[in-house]
């Protein structure tokens, strides 16, 4: 069982928008601006897409978007396109552990 | 160019070593936490341990008693032992890069796959 809690699937049409969760305690998510978001496509190394809660590194297309509210935290992908048919994973600082990182479960995201 | 590369062995069979070797380019050893995390099939990311630069490492305490991380600044790379290995430890394994910053891996490496299969 992860620390951090994702649904284990969603989807949506092409052009959609769709938001996935990643739910924590106030020890980890809701203490700390520390969330970031992977993407895992079928065959490729994982791929840091928002960190921080809210920011994009460079290269990432502004369609990701990251937000927090409470102890959830969501990622949003808007316009969805075929090739953001992936696992997406979040990960928080966290309290209290030794390794200070807490990670999702993972969620696929199907493009229908 | 900014690059993980990863190497090792991936068919190991029980009790055996495993052992896997990062090499980082175009990023300051200095700059981050040098990290390994593997993928067991049809599950999650667990994260295995990570070293600094100066050699100082921390370790998954259910790995513990098996698993050396290690640094050689001299070849900037890092390595992985993991030993008396079971198929329990069949899974992709990364390298990655951490921030210490923004507590996140914002550099992987490609991934190998290890099966421990007698």
């Known amino acids: 069982q992860s620390a951090l809690t994702q649904p284990p699937s969603a989807s949506g049409s092409r052009g959609q928008s769709v938001t996935i969760s990643c739910t924590g305690t106030s020890r980890d998510v809701g203490g700390y601006d520390y969330v970031s978001w992977y993407q895992k496509q079928l065959g490729k190394a994982p791929k840091l897409i928002i960190y921080e809660v809210n920011r994009r590194p460079s290269g990432v297309p502004d369609r990701f978007s990251g937000s927090k509210s409470g102890n959830t935290a969501s990622l949003t992908v808007s316009g969805l396109q075929e090739e953001d048919e992936a696992d997406y994973y979040c990960t928080s600082h966290a309290d209290n552990t030794p390794f200070e990182v807490l990670l999702g479960g993972g969620t696929k995201l199907t493009v229908l | 160019q900014v690059e993980l590369r990863q190497r090792g062995a991936g068919r190991l069979k029980p009790s055996e070593i495993l052992s896997l070797t990062c090499a980082v380019f175009?990023?300051?050893?200095?700059?981050?936490?040098w990290a390994w995390i593997r993928q067991p099939p049809g599950e999650s990311f667990e994260w295995i341990g990570e070293v600094s630069h100066s050699g100082g490492a921390s370790y998954n305490a259910s790995l513990k008693n098996r698993v050396t991380i290690y640094m050689d600044t001299s070849q900037r790379q890092f390595s992985l032992r993991l030993d008396s290995v079971t198929a329990a430890d069949t899974a992709v394994y990364y390298c990655?890069?951490?921030?210490?910053?923004?507590?996140?891996?914002?550099?992987w490496g490609q991934g190998i796959v290890v099966t421990v299969s007698s």
């Open positions: 990655a890069a951490f921030d210490r910053g923004s507590y996140s891996f914002d550099l």
């Open positions: 175009g990023v300051s050893l200095t700059d981050k936490n």
